[in-house]
């Protein structure tokens, strides 16, 4: 094999690509991960911070796959919280501050460290491709390396915009250049490419701030960690602060609005409802007298601060005038300033559900090209698309996870049945089957099919293996051991039943000497048999459903009888099941009818 | 979907003495068996005669017929108990067989299946998916006018109602961190209250699509201001609809369920049918009148008594090309009786029909025309195979609702523990089933009634 010639091929080493290339060498692909700059290699462009409700569950899912992202964050996390510990568990997700230098140090060197992989600084100019199929990859230096398969994790930098009031200035993140080219190649291949809007707000001189303004947050007493492979968080916890905009603020955003890009006009794509900016909450939001910002250390040495909750596209000047009036940052130092940024992405239904675009073989999209927002959705997709790249190159089927198996399969499966107009955030609410989903059993959900693809280590394959004995072990126990009547387990589904809390207690479990994971599993399992169990015809009929699969190549306009508006939703997401089918916006229950008679008609002749 | 691993079940509406009810499915001979306490299905027999326990000191005697796989009419094993026993007993035997995990078939759901498995070939299906697809939207629409919208529109306030409720529980769960309290326990649990009661009115007081779509329709026509609606608000026993003085106040065909003595029926209340429309609302209710007229199994015509000249009344009967089974004299209670003998000697000779007399006023043989409907609907009546899943039908959607008051029960109980996240998925649950009694999925509801009407031979 030539210097120049892989296997696959990364393009962009954010959260996205670190995974995928990662997951494409550990399966055995001879992979290139191509970057602008080792520096920035999953570089925190946002919020310092991994995790957060849904998207810890993602991280999880990634860590119990064999992915960087848990291990990178439990190494580099400096405040650590357990986000919603007094309601359910299957709604706790982890969520920790970042150090984003250390975080970025963490993947790289284990990147580095991964055998078959190889990274390059450079910029990636035009997709080389043969009759629809990747050949391989151009750089703007003039260089070529070939390859099979070819994944794109671009990020905000596909024609990206930044914009400071009305200041405009191409770039893909603070400081580093668009990637113009590379959008432009996309399009001459046929794939489709839209715009969106998303923001980040200023960085501070953390020794710059008056915190005695500001409320102290503290991470947990006992931190949770993010990989399975960690049993404890030992570092020290950083605090975080929290302080609120006022009436002055608003007043200054208000009479100046038409400097801002994202009411002037100047911006006219859609940003996120989840995240709006600061302009946007005062606007839509006009009878709340304050809103909340948090101050979060973006590294261990508390040089910068990250003032989460005023994202603004506002000019310079607006934008120190409001840090004056904002207690606390009344003389702080500007780092950099909050900018608002637009980049072109293409629409995922272009993606089959390996990730890889219809159109082009061996082509993978994977992260905020795809329209998603957050390193977790990113993560995710860039293994999963790695993992698929790999697998094509050896002729092995795509790893598919379905939403019933994994956060990960909500929401590739909704990226490719809905379309979107903001940046695609996952929800614990996305998941129908919430209860199964959760962030304490993403191992025993997602560790075997890691290891089945070869992901996994065998280093955590035997820490499965003993937690699994240990877990099988305590069911016995709780399943055959009765008191007042009933098993012990039948007593931990009872709602508020105190041997929850008395479990670890019991001498003959003492005796086990199970991990606080193990036991804290069992518990939670009991907890939802009973809710699952009545979830479990759902779950049958959404795997019916998924295992009917529809013909790419459908050509859905030969259907008779098929309503004109489903022909042309149905042409647009070309779906790879009828369940898929079903969740496009505007099918009904009869359309699918009628496709099932018209595949029947077609194959029995 | 319908899943063709279910053991699905139905009970033909009863003709005659005799009900049957029909099981089909991979499961259905065990499932029996295990209704007739375990009776060994497994050799072939044309009939057997079986008694089904009830109670312990109740059973009732059937006949069994067995149909094994694959030469049954849908290709699966198929069991047919015809039940010689009370609508009571059968409702029983039916609810026995829901317990041991038999799911009420869809309309059709029977005919689907016989399709899938070859039973039936592709022109059949097609037909069917023709008007699947929507391309017949007048059955869609006759449907929503026969409805009013009315179920539709209570159906779509309660999903609205808890998905408002459902969006503030998730809420709080993704967006804890936020400083907001999206809804108290005690609004959630005062909510899903009033949810519940809403659901609960809905199944004590609604009657269905498929209930309206399927049962014998009755059509009451006559000229403007002739009392047809005071007579069908007579009929019905209560106000329905607008009734006043001016000429065509009914404006579009109005139906309303009209429950008898052995059978129910639609009663449609025509609009007017003048002589010149006048704009287009009132040509687009005559048009509709006429079509419901046309549709119906028969027609009720009436005449305002105490007019002078029937000219009119005859013009239109000759203008709507039908032939109406009853003729009903109205307003007869303006009439001195003497007035009243003459007036409907007139009548008869002029229509050559006899008249039967009503005055809505003093509800005067308001009954003997209620017999008289009765009489004829059942008289018009055969088993024909689009009534065949009729009481399947109407269960599967009483059960959907019956479903979600269920959740939303236990919705409120997860609330008062504040357990969110299972709160919401029976809340989910909720609305899911809700779904199925509303328009969105009233593609879906056709589909059931036109697979019922290939029931042919069965």
Redesign the interface.
Known sequence: MKANTFDCIVIGAGHAGAEAAHAAARLGAKTLLLTMSRETIAMASCNPAIG???KGQIAREIDALGGLMGTATDSAGIQFRL??RS??P??RSPRAQIDKYKYSEFIRQSLEATDGLTIIEATAAEILTEKNAVTGIRCADGSVYNCKALIITAGTFLRGVMHIGSEQSAGGRLGEPAANALSDSLKKLGLRVERLKTGTPARLDAETIDYDKTEIQLGDDEPYQFSFMNDEITQEQIPCWTTYTNEKIHKLLRDNLRQMPLYSGQIKTTGPRYCPSIETKIMRFADKGRH?VFLEPEDAQRKTIYCNGISTSAPRDIQEQMLKFLPGTENARIVHYAYAIEYDYCPAEQLKISLETKRIAGLFLAGQVNGTSGYEEAGAQGLLAGVNAARKIFGDEPLVLGRDQAYIGVMIDDLLTRPIDEPYRM???RA?Y??SLRSDNADRRLTPIGKSIGLVSDQRCRRFEIKTAQLERLYNYLKSERSKGKSLWQQLSQ??NPLAGQLSQLPAIKAMSLSNEVIDAAVIDAK?AG?TK??QRMVE?FR??ESHKLPLDLDYNEV????AE?KEKLSAFTPAT?GQA?RIGGI???????IQ??L??KF?M | MHNLTDTIIAVSSSAGARTIIRVAGSDAFNTVSRLLGGIDLSKKRAAQNVSIQIEDDFCVRAILYTFPAPASYTGDNICELHCLCCNEAVERIYQKLIDLQCVPADGGEFTYRAYVNGKMDISQAEAVAAIVSGSNQYQIAAAQRVLSGAIEQTVGRISEKILTLLSLVEAGLDFSEEDIEFVSQVQAVNETEQILAEIEKLLAGSISFEQVAEADSVAVTGTPSCGKSSLVNASLGFERSIVSQTDGTTRDVLGHWLKLKKCDCVLFDCAGIGQEPQGLLEQYAQTATIEAAKNACFVVFCVDVSKTDYKNDIEILNFMGITPAIFVATKCDLLRPDELKNKLAELNSLFKKEFLTTSAKTGNSIENLKQRIEQLIISQRTVSPESAEKIAITKRHQQSAATAADNARLAKGELQRQSGETAAMYLRSAAQELSVLSSEHIDEAILGKIFSSFCVGK
């Open positions: 957060g409700l849904g986000l919603n309601k359910g299957a709604v909340q929800f614990t609410s129908e919430r209860l709602p508020e939802y809710y009545k979830q009929k019916r459903m008779a009888h098929l309503r489903a009828l079903g009904t229950p009869a359309d699918l009818m009628v008679i018209h029947k008609k029995s």
